[in-house]
């Protein structure tokens, strides 16, 4: 019965491994062994968690995140902004590739969903850049590392469910999410020009005479027009909060709004627009809430038969034989290798409300720890075999992309995101600093 817990978690490894619903394993492991530890008294306690869960006022940000997202999406702005930075960036080596990692930034600090930005950069980008003789792989490898930024780059639905599992304030994660955001940004920026610089053959800049027939008026014109609109939603959010006039709920709110308008001024906006946008709201909030009540159950039975203890032993035991700075980095390294086989959001249910209050017992710092957490959660969308944005990638490149390519050009970009896990590691200041400044101790 001591053990009944890693049996609890070995099987539902096992399923999810075997291809079985993530919500309805997480549930079904939950109802089996909650009525081996604790018989039918189990049904008596499982209604109360799963409420406390669906009344939490922090989560209505998710549905809310997700409609500003995809209004965007459709409101044809990225198109605008991936042509317009690609002018701008087109006279450097590898401009093209930068340009694609600007906008992936710009539209993640917009709508936080990696599907939308991956799928629509894959459509408008990609084939321009193979077209202008980018090596397949810098390509594919560009698109898919820029598309996950928003899950760093607030507003970002991974930090919000992080903030609720552990317990730690949405707009401080926000906030101290904004310099490792930026951090990224900047590394995959420095690869693609040193690569381009290296092997200009990979990455060729845009000839002169194409550029120089758009005068530098219009350019910065267009620039002005394709850069405003984001701008603009990214401060109605994040400004709004740093000012301290909206929780991250609210703030949530204020962008689904921001979103619709810009679909409207865009001249994109119709009934039907908004009935697809408010049916793919609700079948993403519906695919994310029956996980969460799934891990709701399978986390009263892990506790309750006490699998916080055994897995706490284990990395107390660790803590003796090494140092936590050794603890921290096992417990990063297997979040690492199970995002190989599970997405962000099992992880995000099923590991982190086990690990994170006995690495918090540590004394780590709650924000930095989550921000950690949240940057090594990203690279799940990126590592072959299951990694999601793989997987929207290869759904719109032509067929002259095979998948070979798209998992070739994705490995120096998990490089530098580890690079940019371990800067955030050893400098904590990066995810602290900011919220010290504007909300003080």
Request: with cysteine; proline share 6%.
């Amino acid at each position: 019965m001591e053990l009944l817990p890693a049996w609890m978690f070995l099987a539902l490894t096992i399923l999810l491994m075997a291809g079985f619903p993530v919500a309805f394993t997480l549930l079904g492991t939950a109802l089996v062994f909650g009525l081996i530890g604790f018989g039918w008294s189990f049904f008596n306690l499982l209604p109360l968690r799963i409420w406390g869960r669906m009344t939490n006022v922090t989560l209505i940000a998710v549905p809310l995140f997700v409609f500003m997202g995809v209004m965007l999406e459709r409101s044809g702005l990225a198109e605008e902004l991936i042509d317009t930075m690609g002018l701008l960036f087109g006279k450097l080596k590898g401009g093209l590739a930068v340009s694609v990692v600007v906008v992936g930034a710009l539209l993640g600090a917009s709508t936080g969903i990696v599907g939308a930005t991956v799928v629509t950069m894959g459509l408008l980008a990609l084939p321009t850049m193979l077209r202008r003789g980018y090596q397949k792989e810098i390509a594919t490898g560009t698109v898919s590392a820029s598309g996950t930024l928003g899950q760093i780059i607030p507003p970002s639905i991974v930090l919000v469910l992080i903030g609720d599992i552990v317990g730690v304030s949405v707009g401080d994660l926000f906030i101290g999410a904004v310099l490792p955001g930026l951090l990224l940004v900047v590394l995959y920026i420095l690869y693609i020009l040193v690569a381009a610089h290296l092997r200009p053959h990979i990455a060729p800049a845009i000839p002169r005479e194409e550029l120089a027939a758009l005068g530098p008026g219009e350019l910065w014109r267009r620039v002005a027009r394709a850069l405003i609109p984001p701008l603009f939603l990214m401060i109605a959010v994040l400004g709004s909060i740093f000012a301290g006039i909206a929780s991250p709920t609210e703030a949530a709110a204020v962008g689904a709004v921001g979103a619709t308008f810009l679909t409207i001024v865009n001249g994109k906006f119709s009934l039907n627009v908004l009935r697809q946008v408010m049916h793919t709201t609700v079948h993403l909030t519906c695919m994310v809430f029956i996980i969460l009540c799934g891990a709701a159950a399978f986390g009263l039975v892990f506790r309750g038969l006490g699998g916080d203890h055994l897995v706490r032993g284990f990395l107390g035991g660790l803590a003796h034989q090494y140092s936590h700075g050794m603890v921290l980095a096992i417990v990063m390294g297997v979040i690492f290798i199970i995002g190989f086989f599970l997405d962000f959001i099992e992880i995000t249910f099923i590991h982190v409300p086990v690990l994170a209050p006995i690495m918090l017992e540590f004394g780590y710092n709650p924000i930095w720890f989550c921000i950690l957490l949240a940057v090594n959660l990203q690279t799940s969308f990126m590592t072959p075999p299951f990694g999601f944005s793989l997987f929207y990638l290869k759904g719109v490149t032509p067929p002259e992309v095979t998948t070979g390519d798209i998992y070739r050009g994705i490995i120096p970009f998990v490089a530098f995101q580890l690079l940019g896990l371990l800067i955030v590691a050893f400098f904590p200041q990066l995810a602290t600093w900011l919220p010290h400044v504007v909300f003080g101790d």
